[in-house]
């Protein structure tokens, strides 16, 4: 596994829409409750804008699984029924404490 290999998580992130595109599961076609953006491959990970990544497929907006509400404890800003590409790297460089 991981810890024993001294792989530690490190920079683990996400993005907002996916960040790899994928023909007919995540791309330009897909949809979320704010809609898909028209150039999902610019992409800014600035702190005051961010240009959104691209949707899934599967989005209902008459299904309650994508649109009631959630009160997330841990993450902020996030959105059910959006689609959330998660990144979990893992380096040896890291310090696994």
């Not at 001294?6 to 907002?16: E, K, T, Y």
């Amino acid at each position: 596994n991981f810890w024993q290999s001294s792989m530690c998580p490190v920079n683990v992130h996400w993005h907002l829409g996916t960040e790899h595109y994928s023909v007919g599961e995540y791309d330009e076609n897909g949809s979320g409750p704010n809609g898909n953006i028209n150039v999902p491959y610019r992409r800014d990970l600035s702190e005051e804008e961010v240009q959104d990544g691209f949707r899934c497929h599967l989005y209902d907006p008459n299904d309650e699984a994508f649109t009631k509400p959630y009160d997330w404890k841990h993450c902020i800003e996030m959105e059910v029924g959006e689609t959330y590409e998660v990144h979990w790297p893992h380096s040896a460089a890291g310090a696994c404490g």
